[in-house]
């Protein structure tokens, strides 16, 4: 089968590799779509991954199940989550599963970008669920992106009485101000240096639009929730100027090992805010999100901008590095 190995250069090639094959209550999934994420293409990122096959947003079908399978059978539709706790562990149990031990060993196999992945039993039993027929495949690969906004907005306290501002206006900012949107905010901005996705923003339903190209996000007044994208230094400390006395900045992405924030305590202490990192997202997020999806609170096939098929996973990735006429760029399985 074919799949999207990531190389030591962080450059993604199509290799032929061996469809896998499943042991004991895990199941084999034809990928049907699975989307290009923002960590997908930092390179600091994705070297560290050199040799293994990328792709975390995935949605598929059952075409094969194992014994000791129960409630999953051949022909279903479903979005499993590329990693999934134990959900008994003092982490699990205090609603940090990312934090859990079994977290990390419960990757799928190779990963989403492949034709046929491997389920294994604790994501299958604990973090895959099975796509409503109001939900196609494509909306379906929103649903990991969606779940780690649910998680963040959760670990930030956000409620729609604050005003939010999104920093970075890739598909996770453009779903940030579709979801305070759905909870009823009532002052939403959306801040990014690229004309195309300030008009995305707009259309995502937000009430105020931010080129930072022309001029910086610490001008821009002050927001209750700053939500950033961009895990850098350059972008969080302007962003923090952004924050009103008792706010928060929620840090979403990950920030390579050497990067390090500037800023003054004295400041952070008396303006008194919050500096919140959210990674990842668990099974309720996941259960959240697909709720979100099938009952169109949250609306999201607009976000597809381009698709190609696995043989031109090289130009795909290209065009997702490319911001411009682009936000959710999919790799399509035949
Ligand atoms: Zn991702
Ligand atoms: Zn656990």
């Known amino acids: 089968m074919k799949a999207v190995r990531v ?31 923002g960590s997908d293409l930092l390179a600091w990122y994705v070297r560290g991954k050199a040799g293994t096959v990328l792709g975390h947003e995935l949605a598929g079908e059952i075409v094969e199940v194992a014994a000791g399978v129960e409630g999953f059978t051949e022909g279903d539709r479903v979005v499993p989550h590329h990693h999934a706790p134990c959900g008994a562990c003092d982490d699990c149990r205090n ?3 990312v934090h859990c031990r079994e977290w990390r060993t419960s990757s ?33 690969t929103f649903v990991e992106p969606l779940a780690t906004v649910v998680k963040a907005f959760g670990r930030g306290r956000y409620a729609p009485s604050r005003s939010l501002l999104a920093v970075g206006l890739g598909t996770t900012g453009q779903l940030a101000i579709r979801l305070a949107k759905s909870l009823g905010a009532i002052r939403i901005a959306g801040a990014d240096r690229v004309a195309s996705r ?22 821009s007044g002050a927001f209750d929730f700053v939500f950033v994208g961009p895990g850098k230094s350059s972008v969080i400390e302007p962003a923090l100027e952004a924050v009103a006395p008792g706010g928060t900045l929620l840090a979403f992405t990950m920030s390579a090992p050497d990067e390090r924030l500037a800023f003054s305590l004295h400041d ?7 500096i919140v990192p959210s990674y990842s997202a668990g099974p309720e997020d996941m259960r959240e999100a697909l709720a979100l999806l099938s009952s169109r609170r949250i609306r999201v096939a607009d976000l597809v901008t381009q698709r190609f098929g696995i043989d031109r996973a090289r130009e795909a990735f290209a065009r997702a590095a490319d911001p411009e006429g682009s936000v959710k760029v999919l790799l399509t399985f035949g």
């Open 7 to 37: 190389g030591p250069d962080a450059a993604v090639s199509v290799v032929e590799i061996p469809v896998p094959r499943i042991g004991p209550g895990e199941a084999l999934v034809k990928t049907r779509a699975c989307g290009i994420c």
């Open 95 to 97: 609603g940090r599963p």
């Open 108 to 140: 799928l196999d190779p990963g989403g970008m492949a034709e046929f992945v491997r389920i294994p039993a604790s994501n299958l039993a604990r973090d895959t669920q099975k796509t409503p027929p109001s939900v196609t495949d494509e909306e379906a």
């Open 198 to 219: 300030l008009d995305v923003a707009r259309t995502s339903g937000a009430t105020e639009v931010l080129d930072v190209s022309r001029a910086p996000i610490s001008g």
């Open 268 to 274: 952070l202490y008396f303006r008194e805010v919050e």
